[in-house]
């Protein structure tokens, strides 16, 4: 027992900490419950010195990809193509041991991937993706130690967004018949992008509107649409309207003749819609809500073709003052 009287009317506490081996503790003490009081301190400061005690780390970075998948990735919309990116990015990596992973580590790969002719914005996307795992993990107190990437994004430069004018649109539409015709005349007319348009459900088009749910952004947006094309597309009361028809749209841009920036096929619709939207007079907030951006940096970039956007430039610059100055003078003489 590590507590016992003695004869002498004291209480004895002789204890060894840490089982055999470990550092043995011997006090008297007037009463028996200052002695336990001790014991109790011992113990808890015992447990607390050897939980400081790191255990070796071997996780590989695949090891935490998969924990982060279990315990938060798998909550996310795009989280197929996202474990398929990071499979991949482990595995050009080397799948090294996470607790020896620098910042130096994922700065040489990208040097290689850039000589490669990999895009930076793709790179980017890669920092942030590992990122993110680190984060969580420290979040979910699974990973304690820092944030291994103190990598800075590269500085990617801005893309003009590509959109089909009035003739382009005519005409690629007289390339197009059933289900891509009308998939692609609702992303026209609604800026949705196309795997939304073409997975629409028959509930989800009512008099005269269509609402999108289950969107990237998570938010649904209703957007109104003309008796005309309610009609056009209001084929049954339930079920999906459409079949897959993304290569039928495929063939008729490649008929065409239109030329598409890189990665810009289905999506050209959504920057048409946008882009005619702002030419028109529309309001920059107003586009927001009907594209679901979260934020008004994305739509941002359309302000541009609206036909009042910076028009104060023509008016408040320095020359068109000294002309005034000018006119002044010649008055005053």
């Given at each position: 027992m590590a507590i016992t009287k003695l004869d002498s009317g004291k209480w004895l506490l002789d204890r060894t900490l840490g089982g055999r081996g470990g550092k043995r503790i011997r006090r008297q003490f007037t009463t028996k419950a200052s002695a336990e009081?001790?014991?109790?301190?011992?113990?808890?400061?015992?447990q607390s010195a050897q939980a400081t005690i790191a255990k070796p780390d071997h996780r590989k970075l695949s090891?935490?990809?998969?924990?982060?998948?279990?315990?938060?990735g798998i909550t996310l919309k795009d989280i197929k193509m996202r474990m398929g990116t990071l499979k991949l990015l482990i595995e050009n990596l080397g799948n090294p041991v996470a607790i020896r992973f620098k910042s130096s580590d994922?700065?040489?790969y990208r040097v290689k991937k850039l000589a490669e002719g990999m895009h930076p914005n793709t790179l980017n996307h890669h920092l942030a993706y590992l990122r993110s795992i680190f984060n969580e993990l420290i979040r979910l107190d699974e990973w304690k130690h820092p944030n291994p990437l103190k990598v800075r994004s590269l500085k990617v430069d801005e893309r003009e967004l590509a959109f089909l004018d009035a003739e382009q649109i005519k005409f690629l539409l007289s390339q197009l018949s059933g289900d891509a015709y009308k998939v692609t005349l609702l992303c026209l007319s609604t800026g949705a992008r196309w795997s939304e348009a073409e997975t629409i459900r028959a509930e989800q088009i009512q008099p005269y509107r269509v609402t999108y749910s289950g969107t990237k952004s998570g938010k649904v947006r209703v957007i109104p649409i003309s008796e005309e094309l309610y009609k056009l597309l209001k084929t049954k009361k339930s079920?999906?309207?459409?079949?897959p028809c993304a290569g039928a749209f495929r063939y008729a841009v490649e008929n065409s003749g239109i030329d598409l920036p890189d990665g810009q096929l289905t999506h050209i619709l959504r920057h048409t819609f946008a882009s005619h939207f702002m030419m028109n007079g529309g309001s920059i907030l107003t586009l927001q809500k009907i594209l679901g951006h979260s934020t008004l940096t994305m739509t941002v970039r359309y302000a541009h073709l609206s036909p009042e956007h910076l028009q104060e430039a023509t008016k408040l610059n320095p020359v068109v003052i000294l002309s005034s100055l000018a006119e002044n003078k010649k008055a005053l003489q």
């Open positions: 009081r001790f014991e109790a301190k011992l113990l808890i400061n015992s090891d935490l990809a998969d924990i982060w998948y279990q315990q938060h994922f700065a040489e079920g999906r309207l459409f079949t």
